[in-house]
């Protein structure tokens, strides 16, 4: 991670095409050589931040109340990941919108982007249908009495670590109806990060990261996940 972020302050500071991957190694207190071990060129050099940033949304849904219904624990996770104090700084959300921006200008970045946005869907996926087989029956939708809302009920009860330890079992399979909602909700969030990116919008407010994805995940709002098991 140290490489990462050593990448990162080079690009958001000199910018991608003026940085070398020499520049990266000195800057993180490594040989060349080293940095290639790891590293295939300086634009994947970045992928540890934007995974990092992936995973905590996705661990957010794993540990969402166990209360909530499916698109609740996602809109949860948004609330716990994308608004800034939560973890993540205003200053390090202008970190962010510059990494993707640079994203957005350099193919060989894009694509290292894309391939970390498409991993965590499949991790979304799989997250998903675990929390359905383990929770059946909390498929309410959004707005109906039984469900709970974090930012207003006290206590909610928090849902358990979903990940099999060693020897436990194999995770549950994913129907491709679920593949399909992991997928949009995937997709809400990431076009909600490039959206506000393109923009000078602080990160919080209706129009930050968090505001734009609770308003994508509407299009989840009438999912059938009782057909997803």
């Known amino acids: 991670m140290e490489i990462a972020r050593a990448a990162a302050a080079l690009f958001v500071r000199q910018g991608l095409r003026a940085t070398r991957a020499e520049d990266i190694a000195q800057a993180a207190g490594i040989a060349p050589r080293t940095f290639y071990r790891y590293f295939a060129s300086k634009e994947e050099a970045v992928a540890p931040l934007y995974a990092a940033g992936a995973q905590r949304w996705t661990q ?3 540990e969402a109340p166990a209360s909530l219904s499916v698109l609740e624990a ?5 609330r716990e990941t994308l608004t800034p ?7 390090a959300w202008e970190w962010v919108r510059t ?15 894309a391939e970390v946005c498409q991993a965590e869907e499949g991790a979304l996926a799989e997250i998903l249908a675990q929390r359905l ?5 909390q498929t309410a939708a959004a707005g109906d009495d039984n469900v709970s809302h974090p930012d207003t ?4 009860t928090p849902g358990p670590d979903l990940t099999p330890g060693p020897g436990g079992a194999a995770p549950a399979p994913v129907p491709p109806r679920l593949r399909f ?4 909700a995937g997709a809400a969030i990431r076009v909600a990060v490039e959206s506000w990116a393109a923009t000078t919008e602080p990160p919080t407010g ?6 734009l994805a609770l308003r994508n995940l509407d299009a989840l709002a009438h999912f059938t996940w009782e057909e997803a098991n």
């Open 206 to 211: 209706a129009d930050g990261p968090a505001a």
């Open 60 to 62: 957010a849904v794993r």
């Open 133 to 137: 087989s383990t929770y059946p029956g």
């Open 74 to 78: 996602l809109r949860h996770a948004v």
């Open 85 to 91: 104090g939560f973890g993540v700084s205003a200053s």
């Open 181 to 184: 909602a992991a997928a949009v």
């Open 153 to 156: 009920d006290p206590d909610p």
């Open 99 to 113: 990494l993707i921006r640079l994203a957005d200008a350099s193919p060989a970045l894009r694509k290292v982007w």
